[in-house]
């Protein structure tokens, strides 16, 4: 996973490669639907397009066990294990959208003495330790700033490094 490409196993490719399309579908158990692209060459083929977006979004680490169960026309469904080999469940858009609902109303209720911004933190900001922050709020009130805090609707503070990453 490091390259961001994930090869299948070669008696994977021997007995369906011919079958396979250059866009592959991946389905986890949430009914999340991924589209990621195959790449073939030398008898191998890696998933690629699409595959950085599917690990990030999934929190997929190193050590992490997956399982692909080949449906047919290019499409897998995908069952992710942690490293004590217990499955992960995600939960399904109704639970992420019931849950967001809750935390902008909690963060309605929030009132900060200081500027503010909303964000909702997913899995992939904890993984990556990093939340990106809109451009205009950041020149505004975090002009040549290092240190921030950032503080919760709960009222719970955490210091933190502010950087700026040029594109």
């Known amino acids: 996973m490091r390259d961001m490409k994930l090869r299948f196993p070669k ?28 790449e073939k060459a030398n008898n191998n083929i ?21 399982v692909f169960k080949y449906k047919g026309n290019s499409k897998f469904q995908v069952l992710v294990f942690d490293m004590t080999a217990t499955e992960i469940k995600y939960p399904s ?24 911004f909303i964000h909702v933190i997913q899995a992939y900001n904890l993984n990556k330790s990093f939340v990106y922050v809109n451009t205009k709020f950041a020149d505004k009130y975090l002009r040549g700033k290092k240190h921030v805090k950032l503080q919760a609707s709960s009222g719970k503070w955490w210091p933190c490094m502010f950087c700026v990453e040029m594109a």
């Open 93 to 116: 858009n109704g639970d992420k959208k019931r849950q967001g609902e809750r935390a902008l109303q909690a963060d309605r209720m929030f009132e900060p003495k200081n500027p503010s």
């Open 11 to 38: 008696k994977f490719v021997r007995e369906y490669g011919d079958k396979l399309s250059s866009i592959a579908t991946l389905t986890v158990p949430n009914g999340s639907i991924w589209q990621v692209r195959l």
């Open 46 to 66: 890696w998933v690629c397009g699409g595959w950085r977006d599917f690990v990030e979004h999934h929190s997929i680490n190193y050590g992490y066990f997956l």
